[in-house]
């Protein structure tokens, strides 16, 4: 079990994920992005679909592997349309896709429907990690856990909180426990959305939460000698109550 304590810089970055979804991205932004991603050391960058192929190039000679979204942000596209998503990443240079869960079907209580849905883009790319975005700020306790499960049935790779742009709000600890005790071990969690200080990275940590998708990683870092509680920062993040806001790149859709 990691504890907030023991848990540094170094383990953060190599679990990272820096991410880059705002719409409207130019070359440019994308250029620096990734300037900042070799610069920062971390694993991978998230980053849309279309941006993909151009960043592709200019990361082969680093060890920063690209992971992207696909039924971003609202999950509402067809199982169908989201598998040929993941298999047109992968042959662009993604190595690891981050789908979004239907959401109806999950509020419906269609757990054979999600996981059909995951099924599909699961085959699509086979041998490539998969997560799946339940956007947890949106769901029940009983639907994280049963979406965990389908997840788990259709074997995806990880489950993760949020997409970052949904009014519910992004990561929260007490979904990401939920997560952590439904499949944690089996599977990874991806605590994502409105991550903005090093005291809430620990905090999401010590919950269970085994991948980090951020877009403030270098203000994290920045944070990282401070103390101050996650809950009481500028973050927005209420480690008590697990709900967080988003300020930054939620909001935008
Ligand atoms: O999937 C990752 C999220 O979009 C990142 O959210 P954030 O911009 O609030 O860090």
Redesign the pocket.
């Known amino acids: 079990m990691t504890t907030a304590a023991d848990f540094t810089t170094e383990t953060f970055l190599a679990n990272a994920?820096h991410?880059l979804?705002a719409p409207g991205t130019t070359p440019a932004e994308l250029e620096q992005f990734l300037l900042d991603a070799r610069r920062l050391g971390v694993g991978r960058v998230?980053i849309s679909p279309t941006l993909v192929e151009d960043a592709a190039a200019p990361l082969r000679s680093s060890a920063v592997q690209i992971v992207t979204?696909v039924g971003f942000p609202s999950g509402v596209h067809t199982a169908e349309v989201k598998a040929a998503e993941a298999a047109q990443a992968v042959a662009d240079g993604a190595a690891e896709i981050?789908m979004v869960m239907n959401r109806g079907l999950a509020r419906a209580g269609d757990w054979g429907g999600v996981q059909a849905e995951i099924q599909a883009v699961r085959d699509a790319v086979p041998g490539v990690v998969l997560k799946v975005?339940l956007e947890t700020a949106a769901l029940s306790d009983a639907q994280i856990v049963a979406a965990c499960r389908a997840a788990e049935a259709a074997r995806a790779d990880f489950v993760?909180t949020?997409?970052?742009?949904d009014p519910a709000g992004?990561a929260s600890v007490h979904a990401v426990q939920i997560m952590a005790e439904t499949v944690g071990g089996r599977l990874g969690v991806k605590a994502?959305?409105?991550?903005?200080t090093a005291a809430a990275v620990r905090e999401l940590a010590a919950a269970g939460a085994t991948r980090f998708?951020?877009?403030?990683t270098a203000a994290i870092l920045e944070s990282w000698g401070h103390q101050s509680s996650s809950a009481a920062g500028s973050a927005g993040v209420s480690v008590a109550t697990g709900a967080i806001q988003?300020p930054?790149?939620?909001g935008a859709y």
């Open positions: 994920d991410t979804l998230c979204v981050d975005i993760k949020s997409t970052g742009f992004g994502s959305g409105g991550i903005r998708g951020v877009s403030g988003l930054g790149a939620g």
